[in-house]
């Protein structure tokens, strides 16, 4: 079984409940809206990570990230990008198994037509009301299980 954490929308805060929460992922993967290199860097100590840049990474450092990727997991097609609204192509029709986006801050775990959509929400500093989240996976070749984690719901 293969364990995958992903988050969104950190906007440069890496909170301390995030490490906790993706304790013992195999990969990570980041969906943009990082905010600052050191987020992935940290997240690099705890496994490999796949990270795409978000509208607000816009610095130099943000260039060498891509805008989507395409990466394959436990033998799963994951899509990642950071705005939903801006895919283009049927992910079905493609092979895709996995949606991974981001962008609203609202976490979203929906499967359509076969394929698994997933929004973690975001786990940087609060929007509104929204909630302070993040998603894992588990896979194997026979499920998909995802699941969301609401980190401290005090955090700000």
């Given at each position: 079984?293969?364990?995958?954490?992903?988050?969104?929308d950190?906007?440069?805060?890496?909170r301390?409940q995030?490490?906790d929460?993706l304790?013992?992922?195999?990969?990570?993967?980041?969906?943009?809206?990082?905010?600052?290199?050191?987020?992935?860097?940290?997240?690099?100590?705890?496994?490999?990570?796949?990270?795409?840049?978000?509208?607000?990474?816009t610095?130099?450092?943000?260039?060498?990230?891509?805008?989507?990727?395409?990466?394959?997991?436990?033998?799963?097609?994951?899509?990642?990008?950071?705005?939903?609204?801006?895919?283009?192509?049927?992910?079905?029709?493609?092979?895709?198994?996995?949606?991974?986006?981001?962008?609203?801050?609202?976490?979203?775990?929906?499967?359509?037509?076969g394929?698994?959509?997933?929004?973690?929400?975001s786990?940087?500093?609060?929007?509104?009301?929204?909630?302070?989240?993040?998603?894992?996976?588990?896979?194997?070749?026979?499920?998909?299980?995802?699941?969301?984690?609401?980190l401290?719901?005090?955090?700000r």
């Amino acid at each position: 079984m293969l364990k995958v954490g992903i988050l969104s929308d950190t906007h440069g805060l890496l909170r301390p409940q995030v490490n906790d929460a993706l304790a013992g992922v195999d990969h990570i993967i980041h969906a943009g809206d990082i905010g600052r290199p050191e987020i992935i860097e940290a997240l690099r100590r705890i496994a490999p990570v796949t990270a795409i840049r978000g509208n607000i990474d816009t610095a130099i450092w943000a260039q060498i990230y891509p805008d989507s990727q395409m990466v394959n997991l436990g033998g799963r097609c994951f899509y990642v990008l950071h705005d939903l609204k801006t895919l283009r192509d049927d992910p079905r029709s493609s092979g895709i198994d996995v949606i991974v986006s981001g962008h609203s801050h609202r976490p979203r775990i929906e499967t359509i037509d076969g394929v698994l959509y997933l929004n973690p929400g975001s786990c940087g500093p609060r929007r509104f009301s929204l909630p302070v989240t993040i998603a894992t996976l588990a896979l194997d070749e026979n499920r998909i299980e995802p699941r969301l984690h609401h980190l401290d719901a005090t955090a700000r």
